[in-house]
C-alpha cells in the first residue's frame, strides 16, 4: 500500500523536544525529495523544510531555521523532524509528503495523515 | 514581499464555474512553476494542479489552472457539491528559498 505515516506528535513544553517521524512504503523512498509541512489549527498551509535524494541538500523556513533538522534514513524508508526550543506557535499539525519528481519544487503528491504536535504550559 | 494572495472565501452554484486568484510577485508565480491543492474538511491536502496547469492522474478536467506574469488561477466547472473544500495555491520563492502556499480559500457550495 503506497502511503506516508507519521507519528511522535505530542504535547510539550515550550523550549521543549520533539522528534516526529514519517515512515514510508509502497513506493522507492529513496527516489524522492521529502519535505515536512505544517499546519496550525484553523490557518492556512506553512511548508518548514525538504531534504534531497541522498539527504544532500535541505532547507527550512526562516521561522524554524535553526531549531529544527530534517533527515532521512533510507534503508528504513523512514522521514525525520528532530524539533528543539519549541515554541507555542509551532502549535500545529505536522504533515510529512512527498514531491512529485516529474514537477518543480512543491507539488506535493502524497500527505501522511499528519501528526498533532502541542505546545503548551 | 514573499506572500501569495488569495480571496478568503469564493461561492457557486452547483453546475457552475468558479475560479480562483492567486497573486504573487516576481520571485515567486513570476519566475516558477504554480501548485494548486485542495483541502477537505479533516483531511490532507491533495494535489490537484502541478506545473502551472498540468493535472496529476485521477483530478477530473473539471479542474483546470492557469498563469499569467505574477498571477495564476483555478478554474472549477460543472460545481459539484463535493468540491466545498479549501483550496490553496503554491509556490516557489527565490527570495525566500523556500515553498510558499497561499493563504487558501474557502470554497462554498450553495
Known amino acids: 500500500q503506497v502511503q506516508l505515516v507519521e507519528s511522535g506528535g505530542d504535547l510539550v513544553k515550550p523550549g521543549g523536544s520533539l522528534r516526529l517521524s514519517c515512515a514510508a512504503s509502497g513506493f522507492t523512498f529513496s527516489d524522492y525529495y521529502m519535505s515536512w509541512i505544517r499546519q496550525a489549527p484553523g490557518k492556512g498551509l506553512e511548508w518548514i523544510s525538504y531534504i534531497s535524494r541522498s539527504s544532500t541538500y535541505t532547507n527550512y523556513a526562516d521561522s524554524v531555521k535553526g531549531r529544527f533538522t530534517i533527515s532521512r534514513d533510507d534503508a528504513k524508508n523512514s522521514l525525520f523532524l528532530q524539533m528543539n526550543s519549541l515554541r507555542v506557535e509551532d502549535t500545529a499539525v505536522y504533515y510529512c509528503?512527498?514531491?512529485?519528481?516529474?514537477?518543480?519544487?512543491?507539488?506535493?503528491?502524497?500527505w501522511g495523515q499528519g501528526t498533532m504536535v502541542t505546545v503548551s504550559s | 514581499q514573499s506572500v501569495l494572495t488569495q480571496p478568503p472565501s469564493a461561492s457557486g452554484t452547483p453546475g457552475q464555474r468558479v475560479t480562483i486568484s492567486c497573486s504573487g510577485s516576481s520571485s515567486n508565480i513570476g519566475s516558477n512553476y504554480v501548485f494548486w491543492y485542495q483541502q477537505l474538511p479533516g483531511t490532507a491536502p491533495k494535489l490537484l494542479i502541478y506545473?502551472?496547469?498540468q493535472r496529476p492522474s485521477g483530478v477530473p478536467d473539471r479542474f483546470s489552472g492557469s498563469k499569467s506574469g505574477t498571477s495564476a488561477s483555478l478554474a472549477i466547472s460543472g460545481l459539484r457539491s463535493e468540491n466545498e473544500a479549501d483550496y490553496y495555491c503554491a509556490a516557489w520563492d527565490d527570495s525566500l528559498n523556500g515553498v510558499l502556499f497561499g493563504g487558501g480559500t474557502k470554497l462554498t457550495v450553495l
Open positions: 506545473n502551472n496547469y
Open positions: 509528503a512527498r514531491e512529485l519528481a516529474v514537477a518543480g519544487t512543491g507539488a506535493f503528491d502524497m
